[in-house]
């Protein structure tokens, strides 16, 4: 009998998180990788449900992405928008005629009563994927940003108004019944988990409404394979996106150490080893003092190269 070929769990939001996911993708073999994306992003929108993070992640490992962007398909074309917009449609939000296609599919099947697991699987074959792409749970989550403006839904905050308006705090509507995905849970409960990998992904806004799925965080940090994070920032900046403006306006230094408090206060024990990047070293000492275990390395992801030694190094580090 031949062992079972360890798995590894990775928590991702879009595109920073597809980043790291491909580049685990690449370093391990076919069908070890398994990634639990967030949906609290996803909206209803012109009539169809849009799972942006999922789609970020189908199309990065895929190799279809829009690589100027990291979200959306390479090669797109705007037909349809276009038409919109001369009906006076809302245009703000931008489908690609290709990528309509997807959310055409699943908010037809959605309706008919299939389930977002399963759909999400049925993306990841039709592209011919051999990782597993998990949505965080099939039951609806919905991120509300407290803005300076009042709340506004995610996709409003983020592209509708582009990350302007100050934020105090965010909401996760129905997080607190939504079920974890059950394929996740049975994964951790199996025994092949070697790696537990938080991408650098925005802690509030992508990876904490993964971890609060009711008995999430508590299970993967009594899981006995590491938990290793990876810090989404680097100098005082992120890579992508809006988490340093975010730290920023609540207060919270914008450092890898300050990403280090947020993950220690609000999961105690739930970080083994956090990868800084080599720019942040003089970090290192203050973060060890919160009980993570700190390994300087290199990353930044531009390259394929960049995103499997990142994938390598996560993979190095065992249990403590
Ligand atoms: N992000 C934008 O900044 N502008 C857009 O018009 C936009 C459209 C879009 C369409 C489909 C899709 O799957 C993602 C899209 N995104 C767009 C990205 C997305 O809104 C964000 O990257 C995530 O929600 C944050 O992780």
Sequence with gaps: MTAAVPKVLALSGGVGGAKLSLGLQQVLPAGALHVLVNTADDFEHMGLHISPDIDTVLYTLSGRANRSQG??????????????????????????????????????????????????????????????????????????????EGEL????????????????????????????????????????????????????VSVDPILQLPGMWQMLRDHAAPVVLVSPIVAGLAIKGPAAKMMAELQVPVTALGVARHYAQRYPGLVDHFLIDESDATLADDINAL??????????????????????????LEAL
Excluded at 117 to 133: F, H, I, R
Excluded at 291 to 316: I, P, S, W, Y
């Design 71 to 148: 979200w959306g398909l390479e090669g797109e074309t705007w037909n349809t928008l276009q038409a919109l917009e001369s009906l006076g449609g809302e245009t703000w939000f931008r489908l690609g005629d290709r990528d309509l296609a997807t959310h055409l599919w699943r908010s037809n099947q959605l309706a008919q009563g299939a389930d977002l697991s399963a759909l999400t699987s049925a993306l990841a074959a039709q592209l011919g994927l051999s990782t597993s792409v998990h949505p965080m749970s099939a039951d609806p989550v919905r991120t509300l940003v407290h803005t300076e």
């Design 153 to 204: 839904p995610f996709q409003h905050y983020f592209v509708r108004r582009q990350c302007e308006p100050r934020v105090s705090g965010f909401t996760f509507h129905g997080l607190d019944n939504a079920r974890p995905n059950p394929d996740v849970l049975a994964l951790l409960a199996s025994g092949q988990v070697s790696h537990i990998v938080v991408c650098p992904s925005n802690p509030y």
């Design 291 to 316: 009980g993570l275990v700190t390994h300087c390395c290199a990353t930044v992801m531009k390259t394929l190269e960049d995103k499997t030694q990142l994938a390598q190094a996560c993979l190095r």
